[in-house]
């Protein structure tokens, strides 16, 4: 698969370090500026809100506490995201449009060409880069 142009800025918000460090590697690698990560939801809340981002890669349980406070600021910018989850089924919100889901455990590399995947076929918009 082609790659994505490279210094796509992309928040990574997941709350276990030694994933966040590992997805973080492989992201940066792949030619993704690394927004984050943000450990907690109040670090994702303010990063979406201080940083226009590509995409976004947001851990589910992370952000179960405050969905509408991560999530719609994605949405109404229609910043693409994928939902990284631990959840077979996790119960989104109706207002939430389908978004890619990744299953834990996901390998890194798994992680990116989902990301690759997303971005190709997201609606065309200027890089924030």
Request: charged content about 20%; aromatic content about 6%; hydrophobic content about 45%.
């Amino acid at each position: 698969m082609d790659a994505i142009p490279s210094r796509r800025r992309i928040l990574l918000a997941e709350d276990d370090i030694a994933t966040a460090f590992e997805f973080e590697a492989a992201l940066r690698d792949a030619g993704y500026d690394v927004v984050g990560p943000a450990l907690q939801t109040s670090e994702a809340i303010a990063l979406i809100a201080a940083h226009p981002m590509d995409a976004a890669v947001i851990d589910f349980g992370l952000a179960q506490s405050a969905m509408h406070e991560v999530f719609w600021p994605l949405v109404a910018s229609r910043t693409p995201f994928i939902v990284l989850t631990g959840y077979e089924q996790p119960t989104l919100p109706d207002w939430l449009p389908g978004s890619e889901l990744c299953l834990k455990p996901c390998a890194p590399h798994e992680l990116v060409e989902k990301l690759n995947r997303l971005l190709q076929q997201a609606p065309a918009r200027p890089s924030v880069s």
